[in-house]
Each structure stands twice: as C-alpha cells, then as structure tokens.
Nanobody, 116 residues
C-alpha cells in the first residue's frame, strides 16, 4: 500500500516562502517514471492540481502559481518538492501530493496559511 506523507506547511506572511516535501513509501514503490503532482484544497473548494512534473522532468503549472511555485523531484529518495515564493492569501489551502492521475491513496496533506 502506497503511503504519501506531505510536510513543510505552516503559517507565513504574505510575500513569504515555503518549501513542501512529499515522501512516497514504501521504498520498493518507485516514483521514477511516474508523473507526480501537487494539489491543493482551499476551504469550500474542490481539490485542484496546481503543479506537475513528468518522469522526464517536464513541469507544468496552473496560471495562478506559475512563476511563483517550482515543483521538483528526487527519484532516488522517492521525494517530490514544491518551492513556493511570493505567497498570497489565496494560496491558503491544504496541500497534497499524488501522481498526476490521482492514482494513490491520499495522504493527510499539509496546511499552508498565508496571513495578509
């Protein structure tokens, strides 16, 4: 059973930065070659894919985060990261990782709260 553990969230001021991490386990489940994504769910809204990285390293972003967020991966560590900068109040949400096709059971997510 795949387990996804997100971490790195917190409370930061508008304009601040955060880096989120996603650990995929167990280690015999490799993310190598898998498209991975970061999702977020704001209160009262649906969970949305905001950033994705292909197995080859190609990245895509929704327009609202493009230029501010950077997704990366470390296949050897089974880790996916999301560097977030110039954070805004509208980035407040619970952030999750998964494959870009939502194939694995969801983790608990990590709360990101931006104060204005």
């Amino acid at each position: 059973q795949v387990q996804l553990v997100e971490s790195g969230g917190g409370l930061v001021q508008s304009g601040g930065t955060l880096t989120l991490s996603c650990q995929v386990s167990p280690s015999d489940i490799s993310i190598r070659g898998a498209g991975m994504g970061w999702y977020r769910q704001a209160p009262g809204k649906q969970r949305e894919l905001i950033a994705a990285i292909s197995g080859g390293g190609t990245t895509i972003y929704v327009s609202s985060v493009k230029g501010r967020f950077t997704v990366s991966r470390d296949n050897a560590k089974n880790m996916v990261y999301l560097q977030m900068s110039d954070l805004k109040a509208e980035d407040t949400a619970v952030y999750f990782c998964n494959t870009d096709r939502r194939e694995w059971p969801w983790g608990q997510g990590t709360q990101v709260t931006i104060s204005s």
